[in-house]
């Protein structure tokens, strides 16, 4: 991981996006700590995947206590076909 200042990423930008995409962590300091991490878009998208099964195991998790305390809704075989979106 290197910790940079605002100035040096605008002087020296072409080395740490090679740094960046060599997998290296770029923290750029900014001032009153509102400091920002620079990543590939690769770990991106693979952080963003780890948030979305979070919040979907979450939601489980939610359902399996409603499901557990009787808070469930039946419905027919016709019931839910009359639901089906065509």
């Known amino acids: ?13 072409r080395r740490i996006a090679t740094l960046v995409t ?4 770029v923290i750029i300091s900014r001032p009153r700590n509102e ?5 590939t878009e690769k770990e991106y998208n693979e952080l963003e995947r780890l948030r979305q099964n979070v ?6 998790g939610e359902s399996l206590k409603q499901a557990k305390n009787g808070n469930v809704t039946i ?3 016709e019931q839910m076909k009359a639901m089906e979106v065509e």
């Open 22 to 25: 060599n997998g290296e962590i």
């Open 55 to 60: 919040q979907y195991l979450v939601k489980l």
């Open 1 to 13: 991981m290197i910790a940079i200042k605002t100035a040096d990423l605008t002087q020296d930008f």
């Open 35 to 39: 400091n920002l991490v620079v990543i």
């Open 75 to 77: 419905y027919t075989k």
